[in-house]
């Protein structure tokens, strides 16, 4: 039986600047952590039988680790494109929007949408490429949105569009 995996859909490019930056930083400070695990992994390998050298087997883990998410950012910083204006028109949903929903029940949902790469689930960040996020791409307030989900369709009201960085850090409404 076959291990093999159909290759994921291409995430969108978009990113806002503070997920830009916040990437390029971890870029930074993986490099650094990188040079104290090598030096460490140097260590553990002048000990001698590395075959059952536990923190050689670790640091050795702990080093591709690393090395496969430096590629990663290495790969994917020079693809994204900073949003960092609001659209012109602020009456629609568009990357970056803060959103307040309302389903069906009356319950409310404060969420913001942002780059596949800055998705914050706690902070109700969904991704562009979310099947919510793609129902809700230019639409207007008061407009009504059906999405699928695992537990059947479910349906939205876009009470309230706003953009800028401040406005979703306050969640009084």
């Known amino acids: 039986m076959s291990r093999y995996r159909p290759p994921a859909p291409p ?31 140097a260590a553990a390998a002048a000990e001698g039988d590395r075959s059952e050298d536990a923190e050689y087997i670790y640091r050795k883990k702990e080093l591709r680790e690393l090395d496969r998410r430096i590629r990663y950012l290495q790969k ?15 009456d629609q949903v568009f990357f970056g929007a803060w959103l307040w929903l309302e389903d069906e029940t009356g319950a409310e949902l404060r ?56 406005s979703g850090d306050s969640l009084n409404h």
């Open 11 to 41: 995430k969108s490019p978009y990113i806002t600047r503070a997920g830009y930056d916040r990437l390029a930083l971890e870029l930074d400070g993986l490099w650094l952590r990188r040079r104290e695990v090598t030096a460490a992994l």
């Open 111 to 166: 969420c913001r949408i942002v780059g596949a790469d800055e998705l914050d689930p706690k902070r109700n960040w969904m991704s562009i490429d979310s099947p919510l996020s793609r129902a809700l791409l230019k639409r207007q307030l008061d407009d009504e949105v059906e999405v699928q989900t695992p537990a059947g369709p479910k349906r939205y009201l876009i009470v309230e569009i706003s953009y800028g960085d401040n």
């Open 76 to 90: 994917r910083l020079p693809e994204l494109k900073v949003v960092s204006e609001a659209p012109s028109r602020q």
